[in-house]
């Protein structure tokens, strides 16, 4: 059968030499895209953050590889279809079947650095199923938000219980933020876990930057995760010119002469967005997970001031600093975001000396290369504890 195979193919030993810097170092495993990305971050059309250190880790390990979904073996996508989207009911997919098509390069790797819950988890099963030789380090976005999140399902606490017993086979787990970091400790805390590692994501600084031209007199909001609260900010904006760029279903209530909705831009196209806007504002609902880091500082990155909802899972309390180097607002308070977005429309000035900081920060604590030189230090203690050379 075509699934023996795959796991049987997973413990089959490599082939070819082990030694530091051959092609079974370390191998990527990201659910699509970057063969695509790749070409146009190096003729500076695209920023390279969501590699997530790739280019690091290669540095360090030049054996470096990664794997994708892509459009081969279209049968076998068709016959892990189903089980994939059933597993998406739970906040995630389970893409074994990149795994399956992948399967002789992931049988030659040593470190697996899974940049998705739903390709770490089934790398983690094959290794709790005692199928895969390689260790495993998996960058968590939201794994132990799954019990709340889920709650109203029968079955999540055996879920639950499940994912904790295969966490405790990952090499390392990598957290986004402090949020993360407390709430994966706090979800999984009857379990063993690996060693937690924050590494603040990253942006490409070199790409996002500050640029020349007039303030195009509208507030900005980009994003398209889940945890997104467009509402609150549709209801605190009032008649002040607002564009939004997402993918996300939005309330009737945007439909109005101020507010433009924009989605599938260019890289470029974003970064002029950015740069245009007088300020930009991140609503989120208030959740254990971090969300809204990306688009945050690429805007910081941008010189943009921004006004970002104070929630639980805020990936770095002590450097997002209220006044200084953002603007803070409590979740879900219409009245508050109201007030945060009048005063700095009303002061550009003011919105302009915290743009000015929070692009400092994101040059000195934020950038995709220092997350990426972050990760290969994990991978190499990763491989030290293999006895690895």
């Known amino acids: 059968m075509p699934c023996s195979f795959a796991i049987v193919s997973l413990k089959t030993p490599p082939s070819v030499t082990t030694a530091a810097g051959s092609a079974e170092d370390v191998l990527f495993a990201f659910r699509g895209g970057r063969e695509e990305l790749a070409p146009r971050i190096a003729d500076g059309l695209a920023p390279d953050e969501f590699l997530y250190g790739l280019p690091e880790v290669r540095t360090a390990f030049p054996g470096t590889a990664f794997i994708e979904s892509d459009f081969r073996g279209m049968f076998v996508r068709r016959l892990f279809k189903p089980f994939e989207m059933l597993t998406a009911r739970l906040g995630f997919g389970l893409f074994f079947s990149t795994i399956f098509l992948n399967r002789r390069t ?20 094959l290794k709790r199923l005692g199928l895969l030789r390689a260790e495993v380090v998996m960058v968590s976005q939201g794994l132990h938000s799954i019990e709340a999140e889920r709650a109203h399902l029968p079955w999540v606490g055996w879920l639950h219980g499940f994912l904790g017993r295969c966490i405790e086979r990952a090499a390392a787990l990598i957290a986004l933020g402090d949020g993360d970091a ?35 007199g509208f507030v900005l909001s980009v994003g398209s995760d889940q945890l997104r609260d467009y509402p609150t900010l549709i209801s605190a904006i009032g008649e002040i010119p607002l564009r939004l760029v997402t993918r996300l279903p939005l309330p009737p209530e945007v439909a109005r002469p101020t507010i433009q909705v924009l989605s599938k831009l260019e890289w470029p196209e974003l970064r002029d967005l950015y740069r245009q806007a007088r300020f930009v504002v991140t609503p989120v609902r208030d959740q254990p997970r971090d969300s809204g880091h990306s688009a945050t500082l690429q805007a910081m990155a941008c010189g943009k001031a921004v006004i970002l909802s104070d929630t639980e899972g805020l990936w770095d309390r002590a450097n997002m600093r209220h006044g200084e180097t953002c603007y803070l607002v409590e979740p879900g308070n219409p009245e508050a975001m109201r007030a945060a977005i009048t005063h700095l429309w009303a002061h550009p000035e003011e919105a302009a000396r915290i743009g000015a900081n929070a692009r400092r920060l994101v040059v000195e604590k934020y950038s995709s290369a220092g997350f990426g030189t972050r990760l290969a230090e994990v991978v190499r203690s990763v491989m030290c504890g293999r006895g690895d050379s």
């Open 182 to 216: 407390v709430a994966i400790r706090r979800s999984f805390a009857d379990r063993r876990l690996p060693e937690i590692v924050t590494i603040q994501f990253g942006i490409d600084h070199a790409f996002w930057q500050p640029g020349e031209g007039a303030d195009g």
């Open 106 to 125: 992931v049988a030659r790797a040593r470190v697996i650095v899974a940049t998705t819950d739903g390709l770490g988890v089934p790398f983690l099963i």
